[in-house]
């Protein structure tokens, strides 16, 4: 059982878990949270999803308080009529309630930390307590999940036992061509959650001021701006929600893809977003931000750009420095695709999972 307390439309990380644990013979269900009302076309990510509709708003802090609280009831109950034999709870969103299931029903829990709570979402005064609940969480879990190694700084702590899933996706043929080399076309992109710490504004400001074409897709507090930005100056292009098979191909045909992470908010200095391993993956080069974990990447392994984050000028400099000068880009996306390949490739991230799920599993029956 997986428990995400977003719609799933789509949430990559969750996708590439549940084709691995399929590929070992595994069943998996996702139970996730629909925070408005959804259209029923196109809503089969692949895998059996249960959604509870309840409104709510992403990046509303403590005015999603009240549903989540529905929401984890309501976890709480599947766990308690299903009795899945391991719980695999994104965030502390999610694991109070596969933890207190686990005293009445036995099941393993796996608590995988795609971002550390008091450091991603608004809590105010509530941080000790997050913090506190989390560490708590990391402790009591059976397995714990990190996006990247680096997350062990950010915990505090090593927990007792633990695996490394990185956000890297899995090849997909049609896309990727098994690492030859596509010539790109004549524009940037950026797809993603639309919020304020990921630089929107900035990537708009300098796509005007220097003449380069911007696509931008993807939804969240920011999509009603960017959909007003589409069409300026027939630069900028604005798509919206997209499918994970059409973000790859929007990536894979652009100059470069955009990252940005103001790395005032504590989670972006430890983030190892997907966008990272895509870029290496689609053989792109990246553009991102300095003083994060992203940006220490890029600029040490030569697969991007790193600018400041508020340089408008910089980054702007950085998109015209790229669509100037292809054999950089060709050069950047080529190390890219190497690094991928040699030690971040889905292969190897599933192997390491699916390991762990086997003892985990095993221990769960014997019981």
Known sequence: MVTRSNPVLPDPRVSRLVRCLKGAGYHCSVLAWARERLDKTGLTPGYPCCRMYFPGRFGGGFLNLFGLLVFNLWLLWNHLK?????IHAYDLDTVLPALLARCLVKSRVVYDIADWYADSRKVGCLKPLANWLERLACRAADLVVLAHESRIE???????????????????????????????GDYFVYVGVLQPDRGIEQIIRAAL????????????PLSKMCASESGKEDLVTFRGRVSYEEALALQRGAIAILALYDPAVPNNRFAAPNKLYEAMMLGRPIITSGGTLVGEIVEREGIGLVVPYDDVQRLGDAMRFLASHPEECERMGRKGRQLYEQRYSFARQCQAIQEAYRSLVESAVSR
């Open 82 to 86: 299903t009795r899945p034999p391991v």
């Open 154 to 184: 950010q915990t505090g702590f090593s927990p007792r036992r633990w695996v490394v899933f990185y956000n890297t996706p899995e090849e997909i043929d049609c896309l990727a061509n098994h690492g030859e080399h596509t010539e790109p």
């Open 209 to 220: 001021a220097v003449g380069a074409r911007l696509t931008i897709a993807g939804f969240g």
